[in-house]
């Protein structure tokens, strides 16, 4: 019997057939990039699907693709504003270029490639690093306490901490990083793969990075300026392909974007931008309780306050609607709870658009308002930041009970017509 080697699937896509072991399809069941379910009649006969989790891994010898619903480059465009929203990577700009690939894993290693050769042109940056090393010679200052811990008595070598100009800085630590991650990766194009080798030749002189420990930190400065796009994209890859952890017993390698967690993080970084105009304080994940005791917590995705602190609207980001057996309206309940605790009397619950509808319910007995707003991914970037500036009027004009400028319901009438629509909810 021929056992199934490769998935191609798609984000939330059906069910795919594949014939796998049975000890093949457990670890696919629990590696928690897709789900698996297997004929209780036929051990060997699985069915496979994606959950919110792109891109190609390996899971107990079987390649799994998954291919996002969003358009590549919306992708990296949402991933590249969370990082730096005051520049983003915008793909109708020279700043990103994924080529003719269709694939994430080819277009990030394209891309990536194409950033840094540009950085490079114009020579390896240098900096100065801090060096400590027992050398023969005297060299920057003496570290004492070392001298004398470590070699009483003996005069050479000499403990010392030294500034020493070179490319084995944070910067080049990083893009080496990449360019060898991503060749372990599978599917790399062939011209990509040479031009991969021959970044991480030109980076010969700086050190690999230690397996286990943080990546290294670097601030963007003027001197750095055409290392800031491929470092943040060496970043992304870099913490993508962390995947490669064992989860029980199994073990998952390969590059992954979590939408819901991208979602999340982009919405939360432009409403944050958006909301600058109207005064007050943006916390993301902020710690709140909903009981007297402080023992229930909660950590709404945003809280918009004013500048003493006080609550003046709240938003989460649900990338798809929750809805576990007994509560198939889980995201407005814990929004209700989100309102309550806050002494809110509105509340915004953002979707992607295609996964819930805009809407506007009104909470009977308290009359609290949980409007469902929908972005649309698929947008060019520039739509898509207007969409949130929307949603920031909403949320910091709509919000106030005695405002006499327009409510956040009629906000929504104005700006979207079309899918807005008012109705009550127990």
Not at 55 to 62: D, S
Not at 93 to 107: F, M, Q, W
Not at 183 to 193: A, G, K, S, W
Request: one cysteine or more; a neutral charge.
């Amino acid at each position: 019997m021929t056992f199934t080697r490769r998935l191609d699937l798609t984000e939330h896509g059906g069910w795919s057939p594949a014939r796998l072991s049975p000890t093949t399809g457990q670890s696919l069941a629990e590696s928690g990039v897709v789900e698996a379910r297997t004929d209780p009649y036929d051990p060997t006969h699985w069915e496979v699907r994606a959950l919110t989790k792109v891109g190609m891994v390996r899971i107990a010898g079987v390649e799994v693709s998954v291919a996002p619903k969003l358009p590549i480059e919306r992708l990296f465009f949402l991933v590249g504003y969370t990082a730096d929203p005051t520049r983003g990577w915008r793909t109708d700009e020279e700043l990103v270029d994924i080529g003719s690939h269709t694939g994430i894993v080819p277009a990030l290693a394209h891309a990536f490639e194409r950033l840094a050769d540009r950085a490079l042109r114009q020579g390896l940056l240098q900096g100065y690093r801090t060096v400590e090393d027992a050398i023969p010679v005297v060299r920057g200052r003496i570290r004492t306490t070392d001298q004398m811990q470590r070699r009483y008595g003996v005069p050479l070598p000499v403990e010392v901490t030294y500034d020493e100009f070179t490319t084995d800085i944070p910067e080049n630590q990083l893009l080496l990083a990449a360019a060898e991650r991503l060749l372990r990766l599978p599917e790399i194009p062939r011209v990509v793969r040479h031009r991969l080798v021959r970044l991480c030749t030109r980076l010969t002189e700086v050190g690999p990075l230690v397996p286990g420990r943080p990546l290294p930190r670097w601030r963007p400065s003027r001197l750095n300026a055409r290392y800031q796009a491929p470092c943040r994209f060496a970043e992304l890859i870099l913490n993508g392909t962390s995947v490669e952890h064992q989860r029980g017993d199994v073990r998952v390698d390969g590059f992954l974007f979590d939408l819901a967690k991208v979602f999340e993080d982009f919405v939360c970084a432009a409403l944050t931008q958006a909301l600058r105009p109207y005064g007050g304080r943006c916390r993301a994940q902020a710690r709140h309780h909903l009981d007297e005791a402080s023992e229930i917590l909660m950590k709404p995705d945003l809280v918009h306050s004013s500048d003493e602190g006080v609550p003046r609207a709240v938003a989460d980001a649900k990338y798809k609607a929750e809805r576990p057996e007994g509560f198939p309206q889980a995201d407005l309940y814990q929004m209700l709870a989100y309102c309550t605790a806050l002494g809110l009397p509105a509340g915004h619950l953002i979707y992607a658009k295609g996964n819930e509808p805009q809407a506007l319910h009104t909470v009977r007995g308290t009359g609290t308002a949980i409007i469902q707003h929908a972005l649309e991914l698929d947008e060019e970037p520039s739509r898509i930041l207007a969409a949130v500036e929307r949603i920031a009027a909403c949320m910091a004009v709509g919000d106030q009970p005695h405002s006499h400028g327009p409510t956040c319901a009629g906000i929504i009438r104005q700006r979207a017509p079309e899918v807005s629509r008012t109705r009550p909810h127990a």
